[in-house]
């Protein structure tokens, strides 16, 4: 029997945080009656190997950012009939064994052969006990694929302030597909880059500098006339407001105006700094956020009103971390962008990963007075929410009191309840019914995969315990259980501090639904 079994993945990339939800296949090996500790034990293996792979690739990457083709004599043609093949449309794709007809490309994927082996060998040396008939990263060959694109030296030039020179070049963007594996366990990722080919390197690397100078100083002179200041009237949510719809958006209707063609995505050209106003959602949560810290063990309406939270809520989340300029609250204060793959007319720029300054920081604000307004609508919420049901809190325990027909409800959806799947199938679907029911967004996910689960019914109610093991670090996991609204908010759990024993997994946390 096979079966998918979602982990999850954290890696920094270019400097911020991303989220990566991976498949991972598994044979009979992995039935459900095996030891729950030890499949978990080899999510985590495999999740180290992922984390290593991504942090070793691009690192060796960037000391491949450009070619000389005048090293490769013999492809000095073949460079020319891809820039004619460019003039005419907009990219060229190779796939697999085209790739390998052109010298300077076949070298660019043996080199980076080289270093998947070393890598790999690293790996093996780390778990010599696993691998005989497989290595841990297995190169995916016939599905590379490089995207040629024109570089448009012609226009560049236009925006330079150096006389013209003679120079030739393409971009390649590639992505190269390959396997993780670990014992049962395989995981298909890929990774993407840039590459610059050109007859004149040394003219390149002016190029590129000049473009940085230029795009620095196209940013300073438009936001001079807003006298760098973006202020916020569409009123939208404070975390809502974000580089996509504020900054890069003037930027890229400039450039627009201007006919100068760019290229960008998600993970490129990054403005620093945007503040967050919310509890801690993917930190490790302590005491300290949660309501043990300004209502105390139990269930007391008294203490637990939009009024109090909000108290809470403002001190722990935003005071001394959000700034202020005079009626408004500061979403960012931009001082630098990392490039990236951004590219202007098919160029990247040279250092794409280093943070480039802006000459004069930009501030992103938003009214306090709408901001204050939609924090205490959000405080009001939640504390509707937690009456509603009655949450009692507990060091390390939840409880829902609810009412027949919820729990009749409720009881419904864990019909499906299994110990081996993941935590969203087997308590998912209960929180997506009691957000939707209060209005709220609700925010489930798990930081890492080692943790299981049981349930345990009774006539009238029913429990959840969770497992935890601790981490390389020593740090338990924790699982993202919170509400949202207004696109701030509010976790359910606590998270343990630190301990001394690694070694095993500890019961940790509970949740109960109960009749009332």
Request: contains cysteine; charged residues 20%; proline residues 3%.
């Amino acid at each position: 029997m096979k079966r998918l079994i979602t982990i999850f993945s954290i890696f920094s990339m270019s400097g911020s945080l991303s989220l990566t939800a991976i498949s991972c296949s598994t044979n009979e090996k992995y039935s459900d009656d095996d030891n729950m500790i030890t499949l978990n034990q080899d999510f985590e293996t495999i999740n180290t190997i992922i984390e290593q792979a991504k942090k070793r690739l691009p690192a060796w990457l960037e000391t491949k950012t450009k070619i000389d083709i005048n090293t490769y004599p013999n492809e000095l043609s073949a460079l020319q009939k891809f820039i004619i093949e460019l003039e005419k449309k907009n990219e060229l794709m190779l796939v697999g064994d085209e790739i390998y007809q052109w010298n300077f490309l076949k070298q660019l994927i043996t080199d980076f052969k080289k270093e998947l082996n070393i890598i790999n060998q690293e790996i093996i040396n780390q778990y010599a006990n696993y691998y005989y008939n497989i290595v841990p990263l297995s190169l995916d060959e016939k599905n590379i694929r490089l995207t040629l694109k024109l570089v448009n030296f012609d226009k560049l030039e236009k925006l330079m302030v150096s006389k013209k020179q003679t120079i030739k070049g393409i971009t390649i963007k590639f992505n190269i597909p390959y396997e993780v594996s670990f014992k049962e366990l395989k995981v298909r990722d890929s990774i993407n880059s840039l590459v610059v080919v050109s007859n004149n390197i040394l003219a390149l690397n002016n190029i590129q500098k000049e473009l940085e100078n230029y795009f620095v100083t196209f940013i300073d002179n438009l936001f001079g006339k807003y006298k760098y200041q973006i202020i916020e009237k569409l009123k939208r949510n404070f975390n809502n407001i974000h580089q996509s719809n504020t900054i890069w958006q003037i930027i890229a209707e400039e450039l627009r105006l201007r006919n100068i063609n760019f290229i960008t995505n998600d993970h490129s050209l990054i403005f620093n700094t945007f503040y967050s106003i919310d509890a801690p959602t993917w930190n490790f949560k302590k005491e300290e956020d949660s309501v043990l810290a300004w209502a105390g063990e139990g269930y007391d309406p008294t203490k637990l009103t939009a009024e109090n939270f909000l108290k809470f809520y403002e001190q722990k989340y935003i005071k001394n971390k959000i700034p202020t300029e005079n009626n408004y609250y500061v979403r960012a204060n931009i001082t630098s962008f990392i490039p990236n793959d951004f590219m202007i007319e098919n160029l990247p720029f040279n250092n794409k990963t280093s943070a480039v300054t802006l000459k004069t920081p930009i501030k992103v604000l938003a009214s306090k007075q709408y901001i204050n307004n939609q924090l205490f609508d959000f405080a009001k919420k939640i504390m509707d929410f937690w009456n509603y049901y009655k949450i009692e809190t507990y060091n390390n325990k939840i409880i829902f009191n609810v009412t027949k027909t919820d729990f009749i409800m409720l009881s419904e959806k864990i019909s499906n309840f299994q110990p081996s799947a993941s935590f969203f199938d087997n308590i998912g679907a209960i929180f997506r019914y009691l957000s939707e029911k209060h209005d709220l967004k609700l925010l489930l996910n798990s930081i890492t995969s080692n943790g299981w689960m049981n349930l345990t019914n009774y006539s009238n109610s029913f429990v959840f315990n969770f497992f935890w093991r601790p981490d390389a670090h020593n740090c338990y996991p924790q699982l993202v259980l919170s509400f949202a609204y207004n696109s701030f908010s509010y976790g359910l759990f606590v998270n343990p501090v630190p301990v001394d024993n690694k070694t095993g997994y500890v019961f940790l946390q509970t949740i109960e639904f109960k009749i009332v």
